[in-house]
């Protein structure tokens, strides 16, 4: 008999497609809902031992990421600039001290991870800010749509990171961001379970349809937001005069030996 789960997005029913080696000791069965393609673990049991570190060794490209969110958050938060914003799952703080640097009010808020670059500036979670920021923090939600509930009560604007999956899902050894050998991300999202969640609770979905995400109450970022940013990124990478300078990254490297390590 084929193994079934229920679709935390949609309620549909989920069918077991592949199994991986979570944390090199757990056999773990990945299920794919055909109705909205999301996918999911079974209920992850080895959570604990996952967060023993709130950060992944493997996680090589922590630095790159933030100081790359933060340029785009720049562009993307013009319209909101004199507002106020929480970094949601925001590590140790590194982004929120950024977009401070930069001029922005940014709080943080993790917790799994201790603030270390932004002390001072945590988050009231009993007041609303104009945007909140969610990079690399969907995957790693165990109940989606309660989480993007919490999100909501925080702000009305979500800007999110997510590696958006394929469908058919891809198997475990053959996409990288299964990373099961930290067993952090559990949760894979499709353009289609975005556009679930955007119905559900009345919001719209702008997406660059690969890894970057608004969803919102208010139509406060232009349609074209994705296209100009795009541009945006082009600009900013060809006037960037350290491209001369560097040689190719150690950071999917560095990864890859962590992994082994591991």
């Known amino acids: 008999m084929e193994k079934m789960q229920i679709c935390k997005i949609c309620g549909e029913q989920s069918k077991r497609f592949d199994c991986g080696r979570v944390l090199d000791k757990y056999n773990a069965n990945y299920y794919h809902c055909s109705s909205c393609g999301f996918v999911q673990t079974e209920e992850p049991y080895w959570l604990e031992e996952s967060y023993t570190s709130a950060i992944a060794s493997a996680d090589t490209g922590i630095l790159a990421r933030n100081l790359r969110n933060a340029k785009e958050l720049l562009f993307l938060l013009k319209p909101l600039a004199d507002g106020s914003f929480i970094d ?16 922005f009010d940014f709080f943080h808020y993790d917790k799994y991870a201790e603030n270390l670059f932004a002390r001072g500036f945590d988050a009231n979670l009993c007041k609303k800010y104009h945007a909140i920021t969610a990079y ?3 995957e790693h939600f165990t109940e989606p749509l309660k989480d993007v509930e919490k999100l909501l009560s925080l702000s009305d604007t979500i800007i999110f990171s997510t590696l958006l999956i394929s469908s058919p899902p891809p198997k475990v050894s053959d996409w990288w961001y299964y ?12 353009r289609k379970s975005l556009q679930v969640i955007a119905k559900r609770y009345n919001l719209l979905l702008q997406s660059n349809n690969k890894d970057l995400h608004i969803l919102s109450k208010l139509p406060l970022l232009e349609k074209k937001i994705f296209p100009q940013l795009k541009w945006y990124n082009r600009i900013q990478k060809k006037l960037d005069i350290t491209r001369k300078f560097k040689k190719k990254s150690k950071t999917r490297g560095d990864m890859q030996t962590m992994l082994e390590r591991q």
Not at 89 to 103: E, K, N, Q, S
């Open 179 to 190: 990373v099961p050998e930290t067993g952090q991300h559990i949760s894979f999202y499709s």
């Open 136 to 138: 690399e923090s969907f």
């Open 88 to 103: 949601f799952g925001g590590g140790h703080g590194i982004l929120t001290r950024i977009m401070r640097d930069y001029g």
